[in-house]
């Protein structure tokens, strides 16, 4: 038996019954080259305002951000100092990034069968043309590879762009961000179209610490000065007009919960005023969260911004990390979630409306099959987002077709988001995504179920028609 | 490549490696033709009352009445008005029935890969014989095929009945019912074999709409006089006995929860008592719906029929088409359910009673595993329906073999139910569950876990034997 | 078409695809004569201790002691006394083992497709070199067979320790228990290396029938006078010091919930003093369980015993059998569990410390890929478990590899533990875990996510590796 040819081979990630495969095979033909459409993620927007950024060294490109990466070395006991993640208090991190990727390539079989480990493969070899599979003894020669592309001036994010073949790209911005960067992009006549989303979570989570400064922001950003919750209301709205003039589609919410809830007005100006005195509860937070749900909700009915929303992240789970480290250090931990429940008040008032697109996006897959498709194949609001974190990959998206596509129907759902703060992993990512909506959709070719003009207007409604019309590309 | 062959090929819901598929090909030929048990469902007794019954057109057989259908059409923006589903103020439907199926063919790649196009798709073609996929061209031509064969004797619901090779079918029964349609058929002499199901439900919700009415009813039919818990058990025995009588072999229960527990006479009366003057709360409800849990257990033990119980739906979640449309109009979403605490009660006091079979049926798959297996494959009293709703297609009948069967065994579950009102899709419906059965054995037969034997055993006990014993037909 | 030859075969259980399966065989073939290591079950250690133990009657090797078999056999009406269970009024239970031997081959179809067939089936060739399968003609050959081989010295169970190939074989052992087996092995002189492990949930479930009377074993054992919090630590301490000594390498904590939290000195000197009067409430039990499995975190900190903890099954659920027949009847079923915030307090407090490690079993499978898999894939202390009980099968097998290893990595998880009272069927299920491995990697493999390299790697890994490291053996 001859193994070696499998790896990474043409074929990869389809099933390995030959009929399927060919099936596969040949609907991927007719989709892989098409566009990208990138209507949710968190590329940093100044990567395209500057036209001579540079990524930095292999491991601040490659290690130092991605949380997906260090999260695994940590858990088998390396220290996040030893890899160079900056700590809070200033204290010593590792400074030698040979060092940090000798210690990654040392252990880089802990990646063996994740979706982080097929992204780096498919990213090193696709984008900077390394054909060995990275380990201890070859970790100098690749680090000095990718070091020697990254300085070429074919790696300046705008030609990536181009070369990767984005149509569209949306980053994630706090709702009191100046997008100065966006402004810049406009304003530099390049031809790439980079979209602000209207991120409300830094003014809405009263509890957050900073929240108090964030609110400083929002009345000097908009310049309105928020005194009570209808300044409040006004101020956001007016940066929700200021998104939309300088591009943006869409919304962005995190919530622990989708608990959604219109309090009265007395109620709502009350918890408001007891969190712009510090006083807030756990229990204010979350009404203020239910309550901004609606507002939200009614807001995007008004000015068609598509809502997003993500639930069900138990957020810095590790306390001594976040204190130590700060957020988004691999330590956000999903909890059980229910929307058939949470959602019922925000869907009454909102649900049949035709002006509002809800996306919803969540961690916890039993809510797929028994609430997210359920709700999706009834209201005309609700659509649902592609599989979030932990679950892009290969297994995640095929059970998200399985337990989801049934019920929901392919046209409730809003085909792919690569999410990613990792420029350079988006075109691995989107070939995951385009070679597992292929095989899914030979899967029911093979079985019968459908038949061959079905199978390529589903595949490109995935890999770029459903995209574009969820999001108004 | 030729995708063409697979479309309804006679391979098809098989897995698709030919050993397999063989395999299940050769189990699949000797049931195939078994006739069809249909021992839970929602055909109207009328069809087999009136020998001259007819479906009226196509759209009143095939759009209106069915919500697996509106729903998807709702949920992508077109009114139910449009569909010609009626109103509860009277208000104006679309009436011209040519322009409803023209819209529902522009929109039916809508149901690619779903179970709905699946039964459809095979309805059209094994019963209306019409070889065409449905789209907007096709549309008329495809309305008159069906047309004139709803209007030939051959599409009598009595000739079908012979046709589908239906051997038992049993309805779906309102406790307060005359049963006068059952009545009819056994007066006609026609030979065909309907049984009613007993469904309290509306005996029991005492916080429904509708239920001081329901209970008048149920003085009037039974001849006792509800006054009291006391008068109001005896009438619910006497139905019982009544439908027992009538041929039912079983009664059928929903409910939000699987909630159990016995109240004392005192607590009960309270609350019955509370019902009757319209002062019941919604705690009042869940209880006393806890309490008959209990009570319809007990009567199973004392007069033999089977107990059916459906949890897990939250009924009419949309409140807005709830009070155009009423009820059933595909805004039921399943919730999360809990079996082990829940029915704790019930089975402690009736659960090792050989006289009680207690068939469970649940929409929340995590339930298979983790809680309905374990009990099934403990509790003597204790039977699994077959995967329920929004899971009765080819995906979802695979995750129930998957997570029930091994620690279940087979032989604690109990076949299929159509459990269906659309009474042409009945073959369709058997032969997904067919064909499901036999590729999950075959698979069993290929991986070397079970041989030939075992194989046919279980492939007849899916197909018609557990039926059979199991709601004692 | 013969389907006679799949029936086990030797590339059983390996999917039917022929690229696939001949992968999975190549894989498997390096490992399956790895030596077995058993890091946690339930055989007694009396087996070892005398060198000349017999195991009984085949009923009483293979029928009696297994709650697999005869919980399947109850849930079809058959009574356990029929079966020989013993009752605890001293009650008549059948005593002609030939009698409810040839009731059991009756009914063996019962198991098809079950993993107790499986393994029964498996036991029964390669153990006992039966190639029938079992039915009711052939059931008192079959019989004659296995009792003749189990009066052969061959069938010692030391000398099936050698043939089995058994490396490391830990037991579990309550906190008061004196070892006296484990200490009786040791003195024999003989080389099989059977460890003990520190069971505490006998002293640490205030609200079971019994505890006290343990408590007063555990001074008794310690000897040290339990007569407050502060002593019962003492004694606890004392107990892991002399398991540790006596070859330990783990403890075994089982609980209803993953709830952790820390008390006050007060409060939980309250609760002691509750309980020791008799008077702890159920609040009192969990607060307590939660407050131990810190204790138990801290001791294995400064100890370093391994700490393994198994939570989600409410036992004895049937009362009535409980009643009669006592514990571990087959009626012990999972309930929904939470680890996300249940464990938030015991993480903070020890999971980033380097000297402990918490491995973690679950029956809630739900939580596999939402909760469990990202906090071993973050936590330096969290290690996650094979799957548990009714999940240790070939589909069960098949899903914790799909949901967990993608999330958690292979690394972070612990191999496999066999955590069976039944001696023979150890080398069945440990191959059945070898061939699911192999298969799993396999499939990677023919998807192009890994190379040859790998696989091989991961299978050893799967097979011997990380159970071999997980518990420090």
Same mark, same amino acid.
């Given at each position: 038996m001859s193994m070696k040819?499998?790896?990474?081979?043409? #074929?990869?990630?389809?099933?390995?019954?030959?009929?399927?495969?060919?099936a596969a095979m040949a609907l991927y033909e007719r989709i892989k080259d098409l566009p990208l459409l990138c209507p949710h993620g968190h590329v940093d927007p100044r990567l395209f305002s500057d036209p001579d950024y540079t990524? #930095?060294?292999?491991?601040e490109l490659l290690i130092i951000p991605d949380h997906y990466i260090f999260r695994m070395l940590y858990a088998q006991g390396i220290q996040l100092e030893q890899l160079g993640i900056p700590r809070r208090d200033g204290g010593q991190s590792e400074g030698d990034h040979r060092k940090i990727w000798q210690l990654f390539a040392d252990h880089f079989y802990l990646f063996q069968g994740t979706p982080t480990g097929s992204w780096f493969n498919e990213e090193l070899r696709s984008v900077f043309g390394v054909s060995e599979k990275l380990n201890g003894a070859n970790a100098d020669a690749i680090y000095d590879q990718i070091d020697s592309k990254l300085s070429s001036p074919a790696f300046k994010p705008r030609a990536l762009f181009e070369q990767f073949n984005i149509e569209t790209l949306c980053t994630t911005d706090a709702a009191t961000d100046s997008l100065e960067h966006h402004q810049a992009v406009r304003a530099s006549g390049w031809g790439g179209t980079i979209r602000p989303t209207f991120r409300p979570d830094g003014v809405v989570n009263i509890d957050a610490t900073?929240?108090?400064?964030?609110?400083d922001k929002l009345s000097a950003v908009s310049g309105i000065d928020v005194v009570d919750f209808a300044s409040y209301i006004q101020a956001v709205e007016s940066r929700?007009?200021?998104?939309?003039?300088?591009?943006?589609?869409?919304?962005d919410q995190g919530a622990l919960t989708a608990h959604s809830q219109r309090l009265s007005g007395a109620e709502v100006e009350a918890i408001f005023s007891r969190a712009l005195s510090g006083k807030a509860t756990v229990e204010d937070a979350a009404n203020f969260t239910g309550h901004m749900l609606m507002e939200m909700a009614r807001m995007s009915v008004e000015d068609g911004l598509v809502m997003q929303l993500h639930v069900g992240s138990y957020r810095n789970h590790n306390s001594a990390i976040f204190e130590k480290f700060g957020l988004d250090k691999g330590a956000d931990i999903p909890i059980r979630t229910d929307f058939t429940r949470s959602l019922q008040p925000?869907?009454?008032?909102?649900?049949?409306?035709?002006?509002?697109?809800l996306i919803l996006f969540n961690l916890d897959e039993t809510t797929y099959a028994r609430e997210l498709a359920p709700l999706a194949g009834h209201y005309p609001a609700v659509k649902l987002g592609p599989p979030w974190w932990f679950h892009d990959s290969v297994n995640g998206i095929r059970r998200y077709f399985d337990q989801v596509m049934e019920t929901a129907g392919l046209y409730n759902t809003v085909g792919f988001n690569d999410d990613?703060?990792?420029?350079?992993?988006?075109?691995?990512?989107?070939?995951?995504?385009?070679?597992?909506?292929?095989?899914?959709?030979?899967?029911?070719?093979v079985r019968g179920m459908i038949d061959e003009e079905d199978a390529h207007q589903m595949c490109a409604a995935l890999a770029y028609d459903l995209a574009k019309s969820a999001y108004n590309l």
């Amino acid at each position: 038996m001859s193994m070696k040819q499998w790896h990474l081979s043409p #074929g990869r990630f389809f099933d390995p019954d030959p009929t399927q495969r060919d099936a596969a095979m040949a609907l991927y033909e007719r989709i892989k080259d098409l566009p990208l459409l990138c209507p949710h993620g968190h590329v940093d927007p100044r990567l395209f305002s500057d036209p001579d950024y540079t990524f #930095g060294s292999p491991v601040e490109l490659l290690i130092i951000p991605d949380h997906y990466i260090f999260r695994m070395l940590y858990a088998q006991g390396i220290q996040l100092e030893q890899l160079g993640i900056p700590r809070r208090d200033g204290g010593q991190s590792e400074g030698d990034h040979r060092k940090i990727w000798q210690l990654f390539a040392d252990h880089f079989y802990l990646f063996q069968g994740t979706p982080t480990g097929s992204w780096f493969n498919e990213e090193l070899r696709s984008v900077f043309g390394v054909s060995e599979k990275l380990n201890g003894a070859n970790a100098d020669a690749i680090y000095d590879q990718i070091d020697s592309k990254l300085s070429s001036p074919a790696f300046k994010p705008r030609a990536l762009f181009e070369q990767f073949n984005i149509e569209t790209l949306c980053t994630t911005d706090a709702a009191t961000d100046s997008l100065e960067h966006h402004q810049a992009v406009r304003a530099s006549g390049w031809g790439g179209t980079i979209r602000p989303t209207f991120r409300p979570d830094g003014v809405v989570n009263i509890d957050a610490t900073g929240w108090k400064q964030e609110i400083d922001k929002l009345s000097a950003v908009s310049g309105i000065d928020v005194v009570d919750f209808a300044s409040y209301i006004q101020a956001v709205e007016s940066r929700r007009a200021f998104f939309k003039e300088m591009g943006a589609r869409a919304t962005d919410q995190g919530a622990l919960t989708a608990h959604s809830q219109r309090l009265s007005g007395a109620e709502v100006e009350a918890i408001f005023s007891r969190a712009l005195s510090g006083k807030a509860t756990v229990e204010d937070a979350a009404n203020f969260t239910g309550h901004m749900l609606m507002e939200m909700a009614r807001m995007s009915v008004e000015d068609g911004l598509v809502m997003q929303l993500h639930v069900g992240s138990y957020r810095n789970h590790n306390s001594a990390i976040f204190e130590k480290f700060g957020l988004d250090k691999g330590a956000d931990i999903p909890i059980r979630t229910d929307f058939t429940r949470s959602l019922q008040p925000l869907l009454a008032a909102y649900g049949n409306n035709p002006a509002l697109r809800l996306i919803l996006f969540n961690l916890d897959e039993t809510t797929y099959a028994r609430e997210l498709a359920p709700l999706a194949g009834h209201y005309p609001a609700v659509k649902l987002g592609p599989p979030w974190w932990f679950h892009d990959s290969v297994n995640g998206i095929r059970r998200y077709f399985d337990q989801v596509m049934e019920t929901a129907g392919l046209y409730n759902t809003v085909g792919f988001n690569d999410d990613t703060r990792a420029y350079l992993s988006i075109p691995a990512r989107h070939d995951v995504w385009r070679r597992s909506g292929a095989n899914w959709v030979a899967g029911l070719l093979v079985r019968g179920m459908i038949d061959e003009e079905d199978a390529h207007q589903m595949c490109a409604a995935l890999a770029y028609d459903l995209a574009k019309s969820a999001y108004n590309l």
